[in-house]
């Protein structure tokens, strides 16, 4: 069964970093692709990037495109897939969830989500 925790989230402010983490066994999300949502409250969820199962092809939205960097490492203990988001924006404020699938982008009914982590910029 696929579950992932996400990780990372904050409060920071304008111009800053965090770097989000979605943990997984690496034996339940083998072969999958992963990627990173977004949501704000009353909004849809809006997928911001996501690495294919071979761990180097990745996707970005343009809004988020030379700001935010997806990646993958993978341990004895399990696969970690990364989030790191510089120069964040009051806008950037929201939900952020992984999400695994079996195909890019992870969007299928299929698709398996985490619980989310609250990212907040303050101005």
């Known amino acids: 069964q696929v579950q992932l925790a996400e990780s990372g989230g904050g409060l920071v402010q304008a111009g800053g970093s965090l770097k989000l983490s979605c943990a997984a066994s690496?034996?339940?999300?083998?072969?999958?692709?992963v990627g990173w949502y977004r949501q704000i409250e009353g909004q849809r969820r809006d997928l911001l990037a996501d690495i294919e199962a071979d761990g180097t092809t990745t996707y970005y939205d343009d809004f988020v495109k030379g700001r935010f960097t997806i990646s993958r490492d993978i341990a004895e203990n399990g696969l970690t897939v990364f989030l790191e988001m510089t120069n964040l924006k009051p806008d950037d404020s929201a939900m952020y969830y992984c999400?695994?699938?079996?195909?890019?982008?992870?969007?299928?009914?299929?698709?398996?989500w985490g619980q989310g982590t609250q990212v907040t910029v303050s101005t």
């Open positions: 999400a695994a699938d079996r195909r890019c982008p992870p969007n299928s009914d299929s698709v398996r």
């Open positions: 690496k034996y339940s999300v083998y072969g999958f692709c």
